[in-house]
């Protein structure tokens, strides 16, 4: 089955990010295809490389660069979501003048018609969140 | 993406207080150029978000309500609301705001497409539904 799976919560605040990366995982390993994982809300604190846990935590976004690597998962981070909550990748600090990046590597940011397209092509959206 | 789908967006949460409606409705406006089947359902503190006369500016918060009433503009073609959820806070339709909605190839005319609708059809509804967009 080809599925899209959307997040809605930010990473350790909420349980949804960790059910939306075992799902993922789950899904990838039975053999399905992971359209995208588009983040939405303060899902797209999923995406900052600057997390710094503690060191018997879950690192929930070095979690996330890992199964992208191994699945060339495409992880994109919703640009105006991303904007509001300081998410910023090379071109968005081009464009908006911030002197600093902090993308995790896999990651991407790009506009919600990258949510919209996987809904399209996917058989099914999976949306985490309360 | 030749394809057309229908696509329910479930809007669950009051207006303001969370980022949740104002987002949800971003991604309505902007899926509308990909043409699909679009239907808003509003439960629960969801209801809040079509009510009349709403006013913020007193709360330094953008008004972004008016919106909604462009939305039969961007494509929408159903907005239902709970008929519990409204029950539940002491509201009717009447205090709900009307959205008008017109097919400009076929000059088909609806005045509001905003609609009361009880359990069983909202249950109905999503489970007709392709993709649902949770909010």
Same mark, same amino acid.
């Given at each position: 089955m080809k599925l899209a799976v959307q997040v809605n919560e930010g990473p350790y605040q909420h349980q949804a990010t960790d059910s939306a990366y075992h799902f993922t995982k789950a899904a990838l390993e039975k053999g399905h295809e992971v359209f995208r994982v588009f983040f939405y809300h303060d899902g797209v604190n999923n995406g900052t490389r600057l997390t710094t846990p503690p060191? !018997? !935590?879950?690192?929930i976004v070095n979690r996330w660069v890992e199964l992208a690597e191994k699945y060339d998962l495409d992880l994109v981070l919703c640009v105006a979501a991303a904007q509001r909550r300081g998410l910023v990748d090379d071109g968005e600090a081009e464009r908006n003048g911030k002197d600093a990046t902090n993308i995790a590597p896999q990651f991407r940011i790009s506009g919600l018609g990258q949510l919209i397209e996987a809904a399209i092509q996917s058989d099914r959206l999976v949306v985490f969140g309360d | 993406m030749s394809d057309i789908k229908k696509f329910m967006y479930l809007n669950r949460r009051a207006p303001y207080g969370t980022i949740y409606a104002w987002e949800s409705l971003e991604v309505v406006l902007i899926g509308a150029a990909f043409d699909q089947e679009v239907s808003l359902m509003f439960t629960d503190d969801g209801?809040?978000?079509?009510?009349?006369?709403?006013?913020?500016s007193e709360s330094d918060m953008k008004n972004f309500m008016p919106t909604y009433r462009t939305l039969g503009d961007y494509g929408c073609r159903h907005m239902y609301v709970d008929k519990a959820s409204l029950e539940a806070r002491g509201l009717t339709q009447d205090d709900l705001i009307e959205v008008a909605w017109e097919d400009? *190839?076929? *000059?088909e005319e609806v005045d509001n497409i905003v609609e009361v609708v009880d359990a069983e059809q909202v249950a109905t509804l999503l489970a007709e539904s392709e993709v649902v967009f949770s909010f």
């Open positions: 060191q !018997d !935590d879950r690192n | 209801v809040y978000q079509l009510i009349k006369g709403s006013d913020t400009f *190839e076929t *000059e």
